[in-house]
Every structure is written in structure tokens, then in C-alpha cells.
């Protein structure tokens, strides 16, 4: 049978487009989705994610933390983003998020220029996606293409946001579990845990990890740990001053790079699910990447890129499912 050159063409175009449609599995997001809708989106995103940071170099880390406690309940879908109103009880409320989530604003700042450029175009959801990206980048970590085309939940999880978002002080089989549960694995779970390498986490967040009598046991063999848990003791003292703060990277606080692996392997991580990483072992697999990710900033650096973009297709909403929000406060009405 003769095959025409009309039909080897058809033939590898319908190839090609069923390779992009695997390569994102089943979330039906695309690479330049708004680039006919709107072709300045990432542009706007970027520039308002720029000033904010400028203003307050801490605010990289928590945009990134919107993106992933906002896909750890019901996917990435802006559930985190909705106020109390109506029916919706807002996971800003909940345990992880409370008196602890930042850059909120920095959202609606940025919605409210997209919605002047492109109503009703442009989802909370992609703008969390793409906030991630520009926020890591700005403090000197990798950048990556970002898959677009997410819509907006019509409701909110408070209770998913209590049971879903890993606790601090997390065990590392809890922490392998709730990964899992979301489908990321162990990779997943140490790169993704990296982002710990920026930002700063509150008093209560880490009292446990310097007070707990098995931890002082198991650290205080060698000074320099000893002088690492007195730094946070004075900082955050048995009781009471739960808001107080301190970096979750005490060498270089403001700067995206692998230096929480090897602040963990000596035993200077300021939350108990850091330490956990080294403390336990899952079969060798791990630690090995613990000390891989310590050793190799760019391998670290590429293995987040690509375990945040598959966070960030976590059960997406897309097509008819949700909806594009003019105030991403709020649903339609």
C-alpha cells in the first residue's frame, strides 16, 4: 500500500497532538494558553510579583506557600483565595493558614490589572501558578514553564484545609502518606520540601522541635547543635510569643538556593518535619536525596522545577468545570 505525502503529514500532526495531550497527563492544561486571550498576562503577573518582592523580599516565600496549600485541599483550584460569604467558610480560617498565610493582596493587585487588560479571562488559579514561578525566581531559584488553563472553585474546604496541609512537626511516614495522597512521591516530597530554603515560619510552628526531650537528647551531642536550639529558645520560649519568627533558613534567609539539605544534615532544621528527612529513613531513598540536592544545587534546582509543575496540576479544574472570578475573593454571582 502507497502512502501519500498528504496523508504522512495528516499522520504526524494527529501523532504530535495526541504526545501534548499525554505530556500533561489528564489536567488538560497548555503551555501559552492566554496567548491569544490575553498576551500580557505573564508580563503583568511578573512585574507586579517584582514590585512586591522589591518592597519585601520575604514576600517570595509566601506566595509560593498560596500555591501549595492551595493545591494540598481539593487541587489547585483558588479555594484558598475565597473570603467568608454565603455558603463558604474560607480555609484562611483553618489551623495551617490562620494569622500565617501572606500576600493576599499581592493577588488582588494583580487580578485587578488583569481584569483591565482582560476581563473575566484570566483564573485566580493560573495567577497562583504563575505568581510560584516569578516568586522563586526573584530570589535567585530556577524558573520553568508553567501549564495554563485552570478555572476557579465555587466553593471552599475548611475542614480539607485542617486535614490535608502537612503539619510542621509531621512524621516522615505521614508526610510520604499525605504526598502520596495527592500523587507525589518521595521526590516530590524532598524537592518540594526545599522550598523551606526562604521565608520564615512562627514561634508555634517549631516550639516542639526545640523542646522535645527525645530531640534535645539526639542533638545536643555537639555544640554546635546546642548553640542552634539555644538561638531558637531565645527566640521562641516555652510558653507564650507563638507570633514570634524566625528564618527558616538562618545562613541565607532571603535567597532561594539548596542550602536547607545541608542546614538539615547538620541537624540545624527549624521545623521537625525538615529533620525528619535525615532523622528517618525510607529505605535509604531519601537521605540519598537529601544529600544529592545538598550537593547539587542544580540538580536540586531542576527536580523543584518539575515536581512544582506537577503539584501544580492537582486535580484542575478545566473546561465547564468552575469558573473564571472577577474578584477572586469571591465567586460569580
Given amino acids: 500500500m502507497e502512502i501519500t505525502g498528504a496523508?504522512?503529514?495528516?499522520?504526524?500532526?494527529?501523532?504530535?497532538?495526541?504526545?501534548?495531550?499525554?505530556?500533561?497527563?489528564?489536567?488538560?492544561?497548555?503551555?501559552?494558553?492566554?496567548?491569544?486571550?490575553?498576551?500580557?498576562?505573564?508580563?503583568?503577573?511578573?512585574?507586579?510579583?517584582?514590585?512586591?518582592v522589591l518592597k519585601d523580599p520575604r514576600m517570595a516565600a509566601s506566595l509560593l506557600r498560596l500555591h501549595f496549600h492551595d493545591c494540598f485541599v481539593m487541587g489547585c483550584d483558588a479555594s484558598l483565595l475565597l473570603d467568608n460569604y454565603g455558603d463558604v467558610i474560607s480555609e484562611k480560617q483553618a489551623g495551617p493558614n490562620l494569622n500565617?498565610?501572606?500576600?493576599?493582596?499581592?493577588?488582588?493587585?494583580?487580578?485587578?490589572?488583569?481584569?483591565?487588560?482582560?476581563?473575566?479571562?484570566?483564573?485566580?488559579?493560573?495567577?497562583?501558578?504563575?505568581?510560584?514561578?516569578?516568586?522563586?525566581?526573584?530570589?535567585?531559584?530556577?524558573?520553568?514553564?508553567?501549564?495554563?488553563?485552570?478555572?476557579?472553585?465555587?466553593?471552599?474546604?475548611?475542614d480539607g484545609a485542617n486535614q490535608f496541609i502537612p503539619s510542621p512537626n509531621?512524621?516522615?511516614?505521614?508526610?510520604?502518606?499525605?504526598?502520596?495522597?495527592?500523587?507525589?512521591?518521595?521526590?516530590?516530597?524532598?524537592?518540594?520540601?526545599?522550598?523551606?530554603t526562604f521565608g520564615k515560619a512562627r514561634c508555634l510552628s517549631f516550639r516542639q522541635r526545640i523542646y522535645d526531650i527525645y530531640m534535645e537528647e539526639k542533638?545536643?551531642?555537639?555544640?554546635?547543635?546546642r548553640t542552634f536550639r539555644r538561638i531558637l529558645q531565645s527566640i521562641c520560649p516555652e510558653s507564650g510569643r507563638n507570633e514570634a519568627i524566625a528564618?527558616?533558613?538562618?545562613?541565607?534567609?532571603?535567597?532561594?538556593?539548596?542550602?536547607?539539605?545541608i542546614n538539615i544534615i547538620g541537624g540545624n532544621g527549624l521545623?521537625?518535619?525538615?529533620?525528619?528527612?535525615?532523622?528517618?529513613?525510607?529505605?535509604?531513598?531519601?537521605?540519598?536525596?537529601?544529600?544529592?540536592?545538598?550537593?547539587?544545587?542544580?540538580?536540586?534546582?531542576?527536580?523543584?522545577?518539575?515536581s512544582v509543575v506537577k503539584m501544580g496540576n492537582i486535580n484542575v479544574l478545566t473546561g465547564i468545570d468552575g469558573e473564571i472570578r472577577k474578584n477572586c475573593r469571591l465567586v460569580n454571582i
Fill in 7 to 52: 496523508f504522512c503529514i495528516l499522520l504526524v500532526l494527529v501523532l504530535n497532538a495526541v504526545k501534548i495531550t499525554s505530556s500533561v497527563e489528564d489536567g488538560l492544561l497548555y503551555l501559552d494558553y492566554y496567548k491569544e486571550t490575553c498576551p500580557l498576562a505573564e508580563a503583568i503577573v511578573s512585574r507586579n510579583v517584582k514590585i512586591a
Fill in 219 to 225: 542533638y545536643d551531642k555537639y555544640q554546635r547543635y
Fill in 271 to 306: 521545623l521537625g518535619s525538615d529533620n525528619v528527612l535525615v532523622d528517618e529513613d525510607h529505605e535509604g531513598e531519601i537521605r540519598k536525596l537529601v544529600w544529592d540536592f545538598a550537593s547539587d544545587q542544580e540538580l536540586f534546582f531542576s527536580s523543584f522545577a518539575k
Fill in 170 to 196: 509531621s512524621s516522615l511516614e505521614t508526610l510520604i502518606a499525605n504526598f502520596n495522597q495527592h500523587g507525589l512521591d518521595v521526590e516530590d516530597l524532598v524537592a518540594l520540601s526545599g522550598s523551606h
Fill in 100 to 158: 500565617s498565610l501572606r500576600g493576599f493582596h499581592v493577588i488582588d493587585e494583580i487580578k485587578h490589572h488583569l481584569e483591565k487588560a482582560c476581563p473575566l479571562t484570566v483564573s485566580c488559579a493560573d495567577i497562583l501558578a504563575m505568581v510560584a514561578r516569578d516568586a522563586v525566581a526573584m530570589r535567585g531559584g530556577p524558573s520553568w514553564k508553567v501549564w495554563l488553563g485552570r478555572k476557579d472553585s465555587l466553593k471552599a474546604s475548611f
Fill in 247 to 261: 528564618p527558616l533558613d538562618f545562613v541565607t534567609p532571603a535567597k532561594f538556593d539548596n542550602q536547607y539539605y
